[in-house]
């Protein structure tokens, strides 16, 4: 291509993968595939080395998020999105309220939205850009939000709505995007819900929860249909919160999993926690994010998309471009040179960068990709 833009190999960072799901995995994941080639994979998940592996995992995440007494780490097949079905299956039982400020917080309240056993859910928009937390609201017996908006880079708090524990209600968080790359409580959540893609630098198609007592007796009660009036509902097996639990205490997963994700995401957990865990994973992609909203806030055609800086992710960075540069001609750029996944949500439909900056993604090579996007746009320019 005549135009094409040539950026020099010193200045490239050392691995060009800057995606918000998937996202970067290390070298060690993928020699621990290979490690494991002949004990591993292709075997049985219901025997013992597999099941060592699923137990390693769950031990790993009890130590990185220091869940509370009586809390438990569950997991099964289907991802985040499958989550929110069980959600609706198992632990909504009359009538949700939700934080919706994205495309992905407002997914779980459609699927709420189409339950035929549930209410109508109130739901509480936000304006892209920004996050709104569900308010106290009469009939909720749940309140479901996002902890990091993937389509959008908007952080929002974790913490129990003021009341909603008086009701009854229980506490619903999608991690999915701030899992091991966000602080977080998750004392003041009933199930912080996540997969495996993102900080924790697996492949899709599991989700992990870490349940409270309440949440775990409220999907007893709600699929045993026992003291609770009105309520009556078939339950999938697949969307069984309860029968997800019982083969995680085996450290297992109700369906075949996809053993190389869980290779992967052990591999992931040991490295975080060696690393100092949380306060470590959070400390890192918190500078990572810094260093781009630096760059952004110094730039003549650069901003950050997110204008209140309490809101803005550590862990899906959004940065918006003046009209005049073609944030696709950017993004082509610098895939073309091996810098990749680095555009906007689809959907939103900005001029727009979204680059993903998960504990995986070393700070020096976000330093290196400003100076390749600052490379690329001057030359476009031209």
């Not at 996809?258 to 100092?276: H, K, Y």
Request: with cysteine; net charge negative.
């Amino acid at each position: 291509m005549a135009n094409a833009v040539k950026i020099p190999t010193d200045m490239l960072p050392e691995d060009g993968r800057f995606g918000s799901g998937p996202s970067k995995i290390r070298p060690e994941q993928v020699a621990a595939l290979d490690a494991g080639a002949t004990t591993l994979l292709g075997t049985s998940h219901r025997q013992t080395p597999v099941r060592q592996l699923v137990g390693s995992i769950r031990e790993g995440l009890e130590s990185f998020f220091k869940v509370p007494d009586g809390y438990e780490i569950a997991l099964g097949n289907g991802g985040a999105s499958c989550f929110w079905e069980i959600a609706c299956a198992c632990l909504i039982t009359r009538q949700a309220a939700f934080g919706a400020y994205g495309s992905f917080s407002s997914k779980f309240a459609a699927s709420a939205s189409k339950a035929p056993f549930l209410e109508e859910p109130v739901v509480f928009k936000g304006e892209p850009g920004t996050y709104r937390l569900p308010e106290l609201t009469e009939y909720a017996d749940a309140y479901c939000w996002a902890h990091n908006e993937t389509s959008t880079g908007v952080a929002a708090p974790v913490r129990r709505v003021e009341g909603s524990a008086e009701q009854g209600a229980i506490t619903l968080i999608d991690g999915t995007s701030a899992a091991g790359a966000l602080p977080v409580d998750v004392s003041q959540t009933d199930a912080y819900y996540f997969s495996p893609q993102k900080a924790f630098g697996s492949d899709g198609g599991l989700w992990v929860a870490v349940l409270s007592p309440a949440a775990i007796e409220r999907a007893a009660r709600v699929e045993a249909n026992v003291n609770l009036p009105g309520v009556s509902r078939w339950v999938p097996p697949f969307l069984s919160l309860t029968s997800a639990l019982e083969n995680s205490r085996k450290d297992q997963t109700l369906n075949t999993p996809a053993v190389a994700t869980l290779i992967m995401m052990e591999n992931q957990v040991r490295w975080l926690n060696d690393n100092g865990g949380m306060e470590w994973s959070t400390a890192r992609c918190s500078k990572s994010a810094s260093l781009l909203y630096t760059w952004a806030e110094r730039s003549e055609y650069a901003r950050p998309f997110v204008t209140d800086p309490a809101a803005r992710s550590h862990s899906v960075v959004t940065i918006d471009l003046d009209d005049a540069i073609s944030a696709s001609a950017v993004v082509q750029a610098l895939r073309e040179n091996g810098i990749v996944d680095t555009s906007g949500y689809r959907k939103l439909g900005r001029n727009q960068l979204r680059i993903g900056v998960f504990p995986s993604v070393e700070p020096s090579d976000v330093v290196a990709l400003t100076q390749c996007i600052d490379y690329v746009v001057e030359r476009l320019q031209h």
